[in-house]
């Protein structure tokens, strides 16, 4: 079972930078694809960013490209959504989730349903 657990959100005004981290106890990053998701009140759930095993193939939602960066960092078994010019738009509960990547499987990019893992989320607010 892989447990994700997510950190770094908080409140922060308009034009500011967050950096998120997604984190597993227990289990290498290192074969799962790692998707972003946001969920804002009274909204469903959109996929945000995602990163593919390799870290060579990344994704955006087209809201917050340029804004956004997705990496990881194996050595230190992390990934990272680096936020930059937050607009209030943004404010949502952010989650992660992982996907094991088999030679078979596809790379399950922004689809929510791609994903088996998931964390608990945490608040990002964006003061106007």
């Known amino acids: 079972e892989v447990q994700l657990v997510e950190s770094g959100g908080g409140l922060v005004q308009a034009g500011g930078s967050l950096r998120l981290s997604c984190a597993t106890s227990?289990?290498?990053?290192?074969?799962?694809?790692i998707g972003w998701f946001r969920q804002a009140p009274g909204k469903e759930r959109e996929g945000v960013s995602a990163i593919s095993s390799s870290g060579g193939t990344t994704l955006y939602v087209d809201s917050v490209k340029g804004r956004f960066t997705i990496s990881r960092n194996k050595a230190e078994n992390m990934v990272y959504l680096q936020m930059y010019s937050l607009k209030p738009e943004d404010t949502a509960v952010y989650y992660c989730?992982?996907?094991?990547?088999?030679?078979?499987?596809?790379?399950?990019?922004?689809?929510?349903?791609?994903?088996?893992?998931w964390g608990q989320g945490t608040q990002v607010t964006v003061s106007s």
């Open positions: 227990g289990q290498t990053f290192d074969d799962y694809a």
């Open positions: 989730a992982a996907r094991r990547i088999y030679y078979y499987t596809v790379f399950p990019g922004l689809r929510e349903s791609g994903y088996r893992y």
